[in-house]
């Protein structure tokens, strides 16, 4: 079965500072994708950045950007210049090319920026 | 370009009761795959409809089921319920049919009482 784990229940980050939320999956899947999303307290999922299992270059998306290194089966997301706005829980997420689109979740990250 | 909408956004039913939850995915979108959040299961994937076809479904019973309708909107429904079913329910849409970014909606929240 899929597995994907978020070992950070929760994290502090001062405004500001740099954070990375860490992501390991188990996969024996040839090709597939990484998803991160962004869960405020309203309860919407944003999508944030999403890598390609092929993809050769490090996904970015403005202040996002993954730490992707596939022989260690991690997708690390890291947040530049974190803002008070960026305190939400963090899912990192994986779908597989040859299972439609859906998704399997990590338990998520709680971010938590402080002023 | 209008994003996912789900209705309602709060729903509160009795147990043994049916609801029907709907999704109306980003236009264009033809895949759209709902999710159950609870907070001791996390994220839990029901089903994925692509152009009307049911292509996945999670590990849920048969109370839950689903369909898509020809302009791709798509709805689920719960037949009697049960209070674990107290839960978040997303939707998601996609464009394609594999390996495509996902985008959500803001989500139902069903309280079974």
């Known amino acids: 079965a899929q597995k994907i784990t978020q070992t950070q229940p929760g994290m502090f980050v001062q405004e500001k500072e740099a954070v990375t939320l860490d992501c390991t999956y188990d996969?024996?899947?040839?090709?597939?994708?990484l998803f991160w999303y962004k869960q405020p307290s309203s309860g919407e999922m944003i999508f944030l950045i999403y890598?390609?299992?092929?993809?050769?270059q490090n996904a970015t998306e403005g202040r996002y950007s993954l730490n992707f290194q596939k022989a260690r089966k991690s997708a690390n997301l890291v947040i530049s210049a974190s803002q008070l706005g960026d305190s939400a829980m963090y899912f990192c997420?994986?779908?597989?090319?040859?299972?439609?689109?859906?998704?399997?979740f990590g338990g998520g990250t709680r971010l938590m920026v402080k002023p | 370009k209008a994003g996912v909408t789900q209705t309602p956004r709060y729903l509160i039913k009795t147990r043994g009761q049916q609801v029907t939850l709907s999704c109306s995915p980003i236009?264009?979108?033809?895949?759209v795959s709902w999710y159950q959040q609870t907070p001791g299961q996390g994220l839990q994937f029901l089903f994925e409809?692509?152009?009307?076809?049911?292509?996945n479904k999670g590990n849920f019973p048969g109370r839950f089921s689903g369909r898509q309708f020809s302009n791709s909107r798509s709805e689920m429904n719960v037949s009697t319920l049960e209070l674990g079913d107290s839960a978040l329910y997303l939707c998601?849409?996609?464009?394609?049919?594999?390996?495509?970014?996902?985008?959500f909606g803001p989500g139902t929240r069903l309280t079974v009482t």
């Open positions: 998601a849409s996609s464009w394609g049919d594999s390996g495509y970014e996902q985008y």
């Open positions: 996969t024996s899947d040839p090709s597939y994708g």
């Open positions: 890598q390609g299992s092929y993809d050769q």
């Open positions: 997420a994986k779908a597989s090319n040859n299972a439609g689109n859906m998704l399997t």
């Open positions: 236009s264009g979108h033809r895949s």
């Open positions: 409809y692509f152009s009307e076809t049911q292509r």
